[in-house]
């Protein structure tokens, strides 16, 4: 019944800018922890971004840091990922996720989206 659905992911060059959203659905997540991680090829996947419910609290990681923007729309249960100045580096499936903790750690989430690849060319 709950599901999470990304967009906005493609192919950019460095330098370059994407917004992905991810829209939830079948609950209300208003008090949840919303977030995003990535999975390079060959690579765990790892924290990029975290928001408390009220959307007040906002957690990077640092490589991400002055780049990436979080943010959240309660009211359409939507979260989202502004990425600026993406580096080749930036490459991977990136996915949304919600959980009840503020947690930078995969395992902590209860809810997972489908993934959306994003692809930086040097």
């Known amino acids: 019944q709950v599901q999470l659905v990304e967009s906005g992911g493609g192919l950019v060059q460095a330098g370059g800018s994407l917004r992905l959203s991810c829209a939830a659905s079948?609950?209300?997540?208003?008090?949840?922890?919303m977030g995003w991680f990535r999975q390079a090829p060959g690579k765990e996947r790892e924290f990029v971004a975290i928001?408390?419910?009220?959307?007040?609290?906002?957690l990077y990681a640092d490589s991400v840091k002055g780049r990436f923007t979080i943010s959240r729309d309660n009211a359409k249960n939507t979260v989202h990922l502004q990425m600026n100045s993406l580096k080749p580096e930036d490459t991977a499936v990136y996915y949304c996720?919600?959980?009840?903790?503020?947690?930078?750690?995969?395992?902590?989430?209860?809810?997972w989206g489908q993934g959306t690849q994003v692809t930086v060319s040097s």
């Open positions: 079948g609950r209300t997540f208003s008090t949840y922890v």
């Open positions: 928001i408390s419910g009220s959307g007040s609290m906002r």
């Open positions: 996720a919600i959980g009840r903790r503020w947690k930078m750690n995969p395992g902590d989430y209860d809810y």
